[in-house]
């Protein structure tokens, strides 16, 4: 049994009101959101793919693949998608000194914004969103990074496409029989979520083109 619910309950949801968990809306959008990359051929597949519904998404990079892969981070923004901060070293907040944790998501922050003022120099400044890896950081480090003016995003609906034990069709069913108006759905565009991501991205994007749904960066 996994600890952690496909689709985030309301109580959790209300316990902690100064998150987004979902967008507020009865249009038919759907904000499809991706953890972990930038990653060779993977990103570059889901931008392709997304690109052939007229998707945008979100994507919480880790910093240190950002500068690993800095051409495909620039990609991500020249094709207008949302980019969005998931520390520099995929920490567990849980496990990290604050002090620690926040200085982590600053230099990721550094070098987000750094690639998107190069791609458009004469744009204004942007909302600084961020994600916990792992969902998991402590109330010091929520406080002060909403002090900071950080968005914390979380989820309505998550695909588990990182678990190699679940199918491709439990992943898919996972999304479509949980995500509404205003779904907030976490996907991996990683190596360890890619088998997975492959098959169930593609049918995610035609299953909800077909129901009318557009697909929204945040």
Same mark, same amino acid.
């Given at each position: ?133 792992? #969902? ?7 406080? =002060?990074?909403?002090? @900071?003016?950080?968005?914390? !995003? *979380?989820?309505? $609906? /998550? ?22 108006? #205003? ?7 990683? =190596?360890?979520?890619? @088998?997975?991501?492959?098959? !169930? *991205?593609?049918? $995610? /994007? ?13």
């Amino acid at each position: 049994m996994k600890l952690i619910p496909v689709k985030t309950p309301k109580i959790v949801k209300s316990l902690f009101p100064r998150y987004t968990w979902n967008v507020n809306t009865l249009q038919k959008e759907l904000y499809l959101t991706f953890d972990d990359g930038p990653t060779p051929e993977i990103t570059e597949w889901v931008l392709s793919t997304l690109k052939a519904y007229k998707a945008k998404a979100t994507f919480f990079c880790v910093g240190n693949n950002i500068k690993k892969h800095p051409e495909l981070f620039q990609k991500l923004i020249q094709d207008q998608h949302t980019v969005g901060n998931h520390t520099f070293n995929h920490l567990k907040g849980w496990k990290t000194a604050t002090a620690a944790y926040l200085e982590d998501v600053e230099e990721t922050q550094q070098l987000i914004e750094h690639y998107r003022n190069r791609s458009n120099p004469e744009s204004t400044s942007a909302s600084k969103l961020f994600r916990p890896p792992y #969902g998991k950081f402590s109330a010091a480090q929520s406080n =002060q990074l909403l002090q @900071k003016d950080y968005t914390i !995003v *979380l989820w309505d $609906v /998550l695909a588990f496409d990182w678990d190699r034990k679940l199918t491709e069709e439990r992943c898919f069913k996972n999304i479509c029989t949980n995500a509404k108006e #205003g779904s907030i759905v976490v996907l991996h565009d990683s =190596q360890k979520a890619s @088998k997975n991501l492959r098959s !169930v *991205l593609p049918k $995610v /994007l035609e299953y909800y083109s077909n129901l009318g749904y557009q697909f929204k960066a945040l």
